[in-house]
């Protein structure tokens, strides 16, 4: 659901080679149903409940063509598009997709930050101010893999006001750095220096299960891959990183209180367990700068997340022509049709 707040996590749309695939393999993982968007039928929208949780799209051939997989893309909301895409500009960002208006919607700018992981700011027509509580079916994490986190925590501190929030030291791996925007009260994520098996920087969306042990099967009789996982993470929770049969990568999160018992014993902790969604943080270190003066709260919640009992919501981001890699779009893409 599309709220004014700035710095959330607010839409996800996963950008595919085949929609027809896909859904099934997601209703099948997460639960979720499809449902249509009655201003284009080429694009569709995963429900829970009834409630818009995220988009999918044929990957546009441009995009394709310039060597962009399979993936999901995370909009961030905003108050000001053209300022906070001018400033994104001015700190090193890419444009991939220029400002767009669609219509009763809101508008939308696709952008790869200086470390070329890709992210999208939409500043939706609606106002309201959402609610940081966890629901099934919903994005409730976001990790950031990047060549170098300090400086990506401070492009991202400066273009949405993100806020300090823990970190967790993985040891030769390195510090895990864990944000929430400002005034929020769950973590939004983390970000860390990326491994030589991580090709590329980029952005995981979570999604919040059940069973992340079940996700985990259901992924492997569907078509997909565990890439990593199932892990249990510092507060019981277990989390397992995953890529649909596409090619897209995606996680999920399960708080321990719903995760039943896992059936052998528990794998081998990895950088991934270091901190996750829904977990309790670890004693954290303080920040080598000044501490942010916003509380630190107790546990994470994904962006611009939906309450538990909304209303559903029957307009969603537009279809979006993003690349993952390749040269930036440099004009503006044609309206839908």
Do not use: C
Not at 13 to 18: C, F, K, P
Request: net charge positive.
């Amino acid at each position: 659901m599309a709220v004014a707040t700035p710095g959330r996590f607010i839409w996800h749309e996963l950008l595919t080679t085949d929609p027809d695939a896909a859904i099934p393999f997601y209703e099948r993982v997460i639960g979720w149903t499809m449902m249509p968007w009655d201003q284009d039928p080429a694009y569709r929208m995963f429900a829970w409940r009834g409630v818009p949780m995220a988009g999918v799209m044929r990957l546009p051939e441009e995009a394709r063509a310039g060597g962009a997989p399979p993936h999901w893309l995370s909009y961030v909301s905003v108050r000001d598009l053209d300022a906070t895409l001018a400033e994104a500009v001015r700190l090193g960002a890419m444009t991939y997709v220029e400002a767009m208006e669609i219509p009763s919607v809101g508008r939308i700018a696709v952008l790869a930050d200086p470390q070329h992981a890709v992210f999208g700011i939409y500043e939706p027509a609606t106002t309201g101010h959402g609610s940081d509580d966890l629901a099934l079916g919903d994005f409730s994490w976001h990790d950031l893999a990047t060549d170098d986190w300090k400086a990506a925590w401070e492009f991202y501190r400066t273009l949405f006001g993100w806020e300090y929030d823990s970190q967790f030291d993985m040891g030769a791996m390195g510090t895990y750095w864990m944000f929430r925007r400002a005034g929020g009260t769950r973590t939004l994520g983390g970000m860390f220096n990326r491994p030589p098996e991580i090709p590329a920087s980029h952005w995981l969306p979570y999604v919040f299960v059940s069973s992340a042990h079940r996700s985990a099967e259901l992924v492997g009789r569907h078509g997909g891959k565990v890439l990593n996982g199932p892990m249990e993470v510092p507060g019981g929770d277990y989390i397992v990183q995953l890529m649909d049969p596409q090619g897209a990568a995606f996680a999920v999160h399960a708080q321990s209180a719903l995760e039943p018992p896992p059936p052998t014993k528990k794998p081998a902790a990895t950088r991934s367990a270091a901190a996750r969604p829904g977990a309790a943080k670890p004693a954290a270190a303080k920040p080598a700068t000044k501490k942010p003066a916003a509380k630190k709260p107790a546990a994470k919640k994904p962006a611009a997340r939906k309450p538990a009992a909304r209303k559903p919501v029957k307009k969603a981001p537009p279809r979006t022509a993003t690349r993952a890699r390749g040269r930036p779009v440099k004009k503006k893409p044609a309206k839908k049709r």
